[in-house]
């Protein structure tokens, strides 16, 4: 069974910076290797968004409101992908979610709670 596990989230300044983890558990390496990665986030009464995406071979995209700011990385030895996030602003405010996409196959986390304020 796969379960993906977000982790750093918090309160931080206007400007400050955090760093997400997300741990895929229950699925070999070789096999989250070639997974889709990617960061998702929700502010209340608003609907998800995509944030930034990572493929196996470590090709991004990102969201154009993070861009330049966000950066997505993977360790596939430890089965993690993260989301650095600098020059953190307000509206960057919500859950973000991991996702993971195989096989045609959404698998998510539970989410973590960031919150940025002025």
């Known amino acids: 069974q796969v379960q993906l596990v977000e982790s750093g989230g918090g309160l931080v300044q206007a400007g400050g910076s955090l760093r997400l983890s997300c741990a895929a558990n229950?699925?070999?390496?070789?096999?989250?290797?070639?997974?889709?990665m990617g960061w998702y986030r929700q502010a209340p009464g608003k609907q998800r968004e995509l944030v930034a995406t990572?493929?196996?071979?470590?090709?991004?995209n990102y969201a154009d409101s993070v861009k330049g700011r966000f950066t997505i990385s993977r360790d596939n030895a430890k089965n993690t992908v993260y989301l650095q996030m600098n020059s953190l602003k307000p509206e960057d405010t919500a859950v973000y979610y991991c996702?993971?996409?195989?096989?045609?196959?959404?698998?998510w986390g539970q989410g973590t709670q960031v919150t940025v304020f002025s």
């Open positions: 996702n993971a996409n195989r096989a045609y196959i959404d698998y």
């Open positions: 229950g699925v070999s390496g070789s096999i989250f290797s070639i997974a889709v």
């Open positions: 990572i493929t196996g071979g470590g090709s991004t």
